[in-house]
């Protein structure tokens, strides 16, 4: 396909001593990670062990107690940053707006910042909702669709934004075999092209050693171990090695 | 829930700042606006028709009594012009809209959709606040004045046909005419473009704070309604008081 696109750089991501607490039950305690520009970053780790506040504090949801956040060098504190960069969040339940039809969500953006013509929007809009597999759902509302289809709309809805930095949040947990392929395979064709940073969050193993560069373990608010898929895989850490490589027992 | 004024400021403050971009938000604004008018137009003629009634019921058999039949028209054109077309109304709207608002903001905020506005640099007080708040605050005075036009009819009618008055059209309105003035109205008219205010911008802060599920929606809207309706009576009482000339 011959399609003309905005050459964007991935940013490069660096996080310092990040701490967070909710009503007294501490959530992060101390992450530290960089990630280099264009890279795939998975970060694994058990239900509840902190992963979606950490991406909300990375895209600047979430004000940490301590530590900081810095894209380009910029902490993502400052309000100039948000607007400096294009930076997307993927939500773990899609975080559609309900009151919209699927295309206005998805263009949204687009139309928000008045970048393009309602005509152009349209186009870009069928243009991405294509690149995620959904088909005829312009003009459905989110209600109308299943748990992973509105994952696919979400994940549509941050492509528009053309993103040079993209966290996925559990991109694959609600969908097929099939589907999950397709947008792993998203993930990498997105990179290649356009060079953008994206950090997933996923339990879903086999998307992570399947698009990862590098893999960080988090568990109980502290990262267990960063590395490249391979290093992680070896890594002779109980915890780790359980969640890693954790099967039904079915007797024989 | 006077720990909260200094927020609700600070978003009134914030929306005040956003009225440049009213011009792109116009659609949103003539949408929220013909909604509170749908919502709300039928009941507030019911309302207005019968709260003109009742105030013709309660004072007028008594004036009549003292022979002061021809001041009718008058006591009940002042009462509902100035106090309780624009209260009655700012009540009703803040129970009939007021509540919408802080329940649609409040689902949106559970549901993350505020979240992903923000992630997509779009300034929620924009996109959601603003609109609301000057579609309300054009809304309201105009349903004010319709409410006193059908509340001074309402009063009439029953004037007319009770029995304890039977005072005609002509003389009522005759009264109404020669002691309400057009600055009367205005003072009505324009302490429920404050009572609008406060309603979408008390609303408005409700739901953008609200937290928990569906159980956190509801506390949201209850709040949303009863502070309004306490910060209208307290506010009533200021701009009567600074009115006062
Ligand atoms: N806004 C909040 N207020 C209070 N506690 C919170 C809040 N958000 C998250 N938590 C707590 O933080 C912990 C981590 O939550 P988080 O959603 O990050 O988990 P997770 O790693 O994404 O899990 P999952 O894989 O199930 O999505 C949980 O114990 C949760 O109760
Ligand atoms: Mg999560």
Known sequence: ?252 | MFKNIGEIMLLFWRTLLALPQTWRQRQKVYDQFFEIGNASLLMVCVLSFFIGGVIALNFGPALVERSLASAVGGVVGLAIAKELAPVMMAILIAGRIGSAMAAEIGSMAVYQEVDALRTMNINPVHYLVLPRILAIAFALPLLVVFSVLVGWFGGAVVANYNHAMDIPFRVFFANLKDIVELKDVANGVFKSFCFALIIGTVSCHQGLTTIGGPRGIGRSVTKAVVNSIVLIVIFDYLLTRLLLK
Not at chain 1, 27 to 40: C, N, S, T
């Open chain 1, 1 to 252: 396909m011959n399609r003309s696109r905005p050459s964007t750089q991935g940013v490069d991501l660096i996080v310092r001593g990040l701490r967070k607490s909710f009503v007294g039950q501490e959530v992060l305690k101390g992450i530290d990670f960089a990630v280099r520009p264009g890279e795939i970053f998975v970060i694994m780790g058990p239900s509840g062990s902190g992963k979606s506040v950490l991406l909300k504090h990375l895209i600047g949801l979430e004000t940490p107690d301590a530590g900081e956040i810095l894209v380009n060098g910029d902490h993502i504190s400052k309000p100039e940053t948000a607007a400096k960069y294009r930076m997307a969040l993927v939500f773990q339940s899609g975080a559609l707006l309900n009151s919209l039809t699927v295309g206005e969500n998805v263009g949204l953006y687009l139309a928000e910042h008045q970048l393009k013509s309602p005509e152009e929007i349209e186009r870009i809009v069928g243009e991405k909702l294509a690149d995620v597999g959904l088909n005829d759902v312009l003009h459905k509302m989110p209600s109308e669709l299943s748990g992973g289809m509105k994952k696919r709309a979400a994940i549509a809805r941050a492509l528009v934004i053309d993103p040079q930095l993209i966290l996925y949040d559990e991109p694959t947990s609600e969908l097929d075999p099939v589907s999950a392929v397709v947008i792993g395979n998203e993930i990498l064709d997105l990179q290649r092209r356009i060079g953008v940073t994206s950090i997933v969050v996923s339990h879903d193993r086999d998307l992570a050693f399947g698009v990862a560069d590098r893999i960080a373990v988090i568990g109980e608010g502290r990262i267990l171990t960063i590395g490249t898929p391979e290093e992680v895989k070896n890594f002779q850490d109980p915890l780790v090695q359980s969640f890693l490589n954790a099967d039904f027992h079915r007797e024989k």
